[in-house]
Each structure stands twice: as C-alpha cells, then as structure tokens.
C-alpha cells in the first residue's frame, strides 16, 4: 500500500530564514503528490500538488516543492519564512496505478514554527 | 463560498452516547469522505463515497456508520460513542470519481469530545 513519511513532527525556523519540510513516498512509480497547510482550527488548504507536468512546482504564498525520483521526495520549501507561515503542514499520495477510487494517503503532519 | 459546511462545530458526548456528524458541499463533488485527526497521527480515513449510492471503508471504520443522502450530504455517524473517538472529524470532498489528480477540499472540522 501506498505511504508517505514526513521527516520531523515540529520544525522551527527563525522568521526570514529557509522553510524545509521533508516528504517521502514509497511507491516504485512515482505517485500524484499534494502539499496542504492547516491553520489553528482550520481545515486542509491545497498548497500545490504534483501531476507529472514539470519537477518543480509553485504554490500558493511562494511556497514550492521538488519531485526527485531518484529520492523518492518531494520536499516542500519557502525562501524566506513569515510569521504567517506558523501552522502544521501535511504531505499526500495518490497512488497512480490502482484502479478505481482510491483516497489520498496523508502523512502525520510537521508543525513549523517562526521565531521572530 | 461555502464549500464544504461541517456541523456541528464542537459537541461533548458522555460514553454511550449516539451522534451524527453533519456534511455538506455544494460544489457538485461527487466524492466524499470523512477522516479524524489525532496528535501525532495525522489524517485517517474512517469511510469515503465515490459516488451518491455507494460508501466504502477506509482505514478506521470501526464504531462508525455513514449515510450518503444525496450528492450534497455525507453523514458521519457514532452509535455508542467511546472515549477512544474523541477527536477532530474532517469532511472533504473531490470533484469527480477519478480522484487520483484531484485535490481534497475539506470543512473546518467537528471537534468531538466523549467522557
């Protein structure tokens, strides 16, 4: 079955500072991969997912994430970290090869925080 | 924009207790899908709906029934509620039964507490 792993359960940067949040997949082929952000009792907001068009891939509030297959990751990054930022973030697979319905797999999640 | 509406927001069960956890989307999704949030374990899936008509498990289904009502509601239900359910529920839906591309678009959560 399919799985993703999120490297670190709380992540803490300094504000301005890079943003690193580390995901990996387990399948051989190379899955349909989401990013989603949740704020303080919130939901799941879509940050940007990965589809197969290009490695690289821009979202929402300039994050962004790279597909590497050789490392079966898809970390997602920010340049330069705002106070905003400060929520727990969740990685997420969609196995590509299995007929039929099958519902994203979410990783535990990495809370960031930004120190000012 | 309502999106996905999830009622009610908060509720205290005492143990034994029967409840129905509220979903709506008014996004003509056809899929649909509960999940619960616990410190340290990210989102699990209890049931989801692919389409009006059908339900499946997911990956912890037991102590829950569901009820897709139409297209627009997907209903959570906790028959005799345990201490072990107290928990964040998150409804989602997707646009359409090929989910596999298709990002989740989720309510803001029923915070569910059982003494």
């Known amino acids: 079955a399919q799985s993703v792993t999120q490297l670190g359960s709380h992540v803490s940067v300094s504000e301005g500072a890079l943003v690193l949040l580390r995901c990996n997949y387990s399948?051989?082929?190379?899955?349909?991969l989401f990013w989603y952000v949740q704020y303080p009792n919130q939901g799941l907001q879509l940050l940007l997912k990965?589809?197969?068009?290009?490695?690289l891939v821009k979202g929402i509030n300039d994050f962004e994430a790279e597909f590497k297959k050789s490392e079966t990751s898809f970390h997602l990054t920010k340049p330069s970290a705002h106070m905003s930022d400060a929520a727990e973030y969740f990685c997420?697979?969609?196995?590509?090869?299995?007929?039929?319905?099958?519902?994203?797999?979410f990783g535990k999640g990495t809370r960031l925080s930004v120190i000012a | 924009n309502a999106g996905v509406t999830q009622t009610p927001k908060f509720q205290v069960l005492k143990t034994g207790q029967s409840m129905t956890l509220q979903c709506a989307q008014d996004?003509?999704?056809?899929?649909m899908y509960w999940y619960r949030q616990d410190p340290g374990m990210g989102l699990r899936l209890i049931y989801y709906?692919?389409?009006?008509?059908?339900?499946d498990k997911g990956e912890v289904p037991n102590g829950y029934n569901v009820s897709r009502l139409n297209k627009r509601e997907f209903s959570l239900r906790l028959e005799s509620a345990a201490p072990s359910q107290t928990s964040v529920y998150f409804c989602?839906?997707?646009?359409?039964?090929?989910?596999?591309?298709?990002?989740?678009?989720f309510g803001d959560g029923t915070r569910l507490s059982i003494l």
């Open positions: 989602a839906s997707t646009p359409t039964q090929q989910v596999k591309a298709q990002p989740q678009h």
């Open positions: 399948s051989s082929v190379p899955p349909y």
């Open positions: 990965y589809t197969s068009a290009a490695t």
């Open positions: 997420a697979v969609s196995d590509r090869e299995t007929r039929g319905n099958t519902p994203l797999v």
């Open positions: 996004m003509n999704h056809n899929s």
């Open positions: 709906s692919a389409s009006e008509g059908t339900t």
